[in-house]
């Protein structure tokens, strides 16, 4: 599985976009990149995927680049419930495990 | 909620002992995923099922074992228990052993003491 890098922390201001990097250089053509965010000690939730295209629903955006080699989540209008550690994972669409990393925690200021 | 269960919510138990840890899936679900949390070691994977069928493993020790049962839902069992076992421990289910729509039960707390 292709290895991402995240920011350890990011802060946004309330009622701003949020905008959260990860770079996955080593994508593969045929693996997706997915979202997931952990709220305190809850467990995590899925956000978004997407292959190549740029994606959107109800809760956000992702951006991949045209060499599929970064992307970029976003938060439209960041609340202070959006407070989290966003998880960007790279895997194949039938591969048994989501491997987590470390991700980034996202602070929302008021 | 998100339609995965998971029982207890939080347990305390001496070093030694051994625990149960339940999980029912989302309904329609057929892959169950256990995962480990603690505070320094990130969101761990542990194993997985597929209607009834392990189907992958992770970092998972050998005082832990896991099965699915006929009704889908899972247990993991935790034995000859030590302080480092304390953790979060996550179940998630989906519906074809793909990882696109992982569903999080909200957890179950152990403490070892």
């Known amino acids: 599985d292709a290895k991402t890098t995240q920011p350890p922390s990011m802060d946004c201001a309330e009622g701003r976009a949020a905008n959260l990097p990860c770079n996955h250089s080593?994508?593969?053509?045929?693996?997706?990149v997915y979202w997931y965010r952990q709220i305190h000690s809850q467990g995590p939730q899925y956000i978004i995927h997407?292959?190549?295209n740029n994606e959107t629903n109800e809760m956000a955006s992702l951006i991949i680049t045209e060499d599929r080699k970064s992307s970029t989540l976003i938060l439209p209008h960041a609340t202070l419930r959006d407070t989290a550690v966003y998880y960007c994972?790279?895997?194949?669409?039938?591969?048994?495990?989501?491997?987590f990393g470390q991700g980034t925690r996202l602070t929302i200021n008021p | 909620d998100s339609g995965v269960t998971q029982t207890p919510k939080h347990l305390i138990t001496a070093t030694g002992q051994r625990v149960t840890l339940r999980c029912s899936p989302r309904s329609g679900d057929l892959s169950v995923y256990w995962y480990q949390q603690s505070l320094d070691q990130g969101l761990q994977f542990l194993i997985q099922?597929?209607?009834?069928?392990?189907?992958a493993k992770g970092n998972i020790l050998e005082r832990f074992s896991a099965q699915q049962f006929p009704d889908l839902h899972s247990e993991l069992n935790l034995s000859s228990l030590e302080l480092g076992d304390s953790a979060l421990y996550f179940c998630?289910?989906?519906?074809?052993?793909?990882?696109?729509?992982?569903?999080f039960g909200s957890g179950t707390r152990l403490t070892v003491v």
């Open positions: 080593t994508i593969s053509g045929n693996e997706y």
């Open positions: 099922y597929y209607n009834g069928e392990e189907r």
């Open positions: 998630a289910s989906s519906v074809d052993g793909t990882n696109y729509g992982y569903t």
């Open positions: 997407g292959l190549k």
């Open positions: 994972i790279v895997m194949y669409a039938g591969a048994q495990k989501l491997v």
